[in-house]
């Protein structure tokens, strides 16, 4: 019997080398050539962009992106030896239009669990909160206000943009106000503006731009609790190799440890003030 099972064992011997052989030559196949090595063969980088300033820009006239993130998009693309491809879709369409494959990376994503189960990120190129902007005359805000229970009140109405970070946080937040949901920052700040809305909520850095801009009405609270807290980053593949992530990290840990990333928010952000003023 034991004589058998040796005789057994050697004759499948070759089979089993067989098959490791192959399974070897397939994973050579599937790492010999990572994501960013097909971007460089195909001449270009794509990049998924939702419009919210001071992050993403677009010139309604002509077309063209600026802002911070869209110049980090080139910065990349230049690093890589490649074209940047800015392809316009909403937030409520950044992370299925990455999933489809649509473009290679998503600019200016927040990091959240529920966005960790789609996509992969990058590190973060800055830090995000959420604040809400409202004007100092409307009655229906409370002087003092300091939380989001304070302005959390029947009759209250809070634009968002639909599909963001934000949306998701005061979405979970409110009980009794009213959230209407506008698909980009020029329809929610006009609603807020037209006074159809008492309330915009937004990341602190885009409505820090609406006070500057608008320094006799508006003003903004960082709420406590905060809303969120969270990185802004390079959305990418989910099944994208760690090695190629890692591409883009070390790409991103050089721009932020040099101050580059905040010379780039300088920039985006003196743009917007002088274009509203």
């Known amino acids: ?34 994501y960013w090595q097909g971007v460089q063969k195909a001449g270009v980088l794509k990049c998924g962009a939702a ?10 006239a002509t ?15 230049e690093t890589l030896k490649v074209k940047p491809e800015f392809v316009d879709t909403t937030w ?3 992370v299925a239009g990455l999933q489809a494959g649509k473009w290679d990376v998503s600019l ?7 966005r960790a189960m789609a996509v992969q990120f990058s590190i973060p190129a800055m830090e995000y909160q959420i604040s809400l902007a409202y004007n100092k005359n409307n009655p229906k805000v409370p002087q003092g ?3 989001v229970a304070d302005l959390d009140k029947a009759g209250v109405t809070m634009a968002v943009m639909s599909g963001t970070a934000q949306d998701k946080a005061i979405s979970a937040a409110v009980k009794n106000a009213t959230i209407m949901r506008l698909p980009g920052n020029d329809e929610t700040r006009l609603a807020l503006t037209s006074k159809r809305a008492d309330v915009l909520v937004d990341a602190s850095d ?19 609790p905060a809303l969120a807290k969270q990185g802004v980053s390079f959305g990418l593949p989910h099944n994208m190799s760690a090695a190629d992530v890692e591409v883009v990290n070390i790409f991103l840990e050089e721009k932020v440890a040099t101050g580059h990333v905040d010379e780039l928010i300088k920039k985006a952000v003196d743009q ?3 274009g509203s003023n």
């Open 1 to 34: 019997m034991l004589s058998k099972m040796i005789t057994y064992a050697l004759r499948a011997m070759p089979a089993l080398a067989l098959a490791a052989g192959m399974a070897a030559t397939s994973a050579h196949a599937q790492t010999a050539e990572g």
């Open 51 to 60: 419009v919210a300033p001071p992050y993403i820009m677009r010139d309604p």
């Open 63 to 77: 077309g063209e992106y600026s802002g911070f993130f869209a110049d980090l998009c080139r910065e990349l693309a």
């Open 92 to 94: 409520d369409n950044i």
């Open 108 to 114: 200016a994503l927040n990091r959240t669990p529920a």
């Open 145 to 147: 206000a300091a939380s």
């Open 206 to 224: 885009t409505n820090l731009l609406l006070t500057q801009s608008n320094p006799d009405w508006a003003v903004a609270l960082n709420p406590t």
């Open 272 to 274: 917007v003030l002088k």
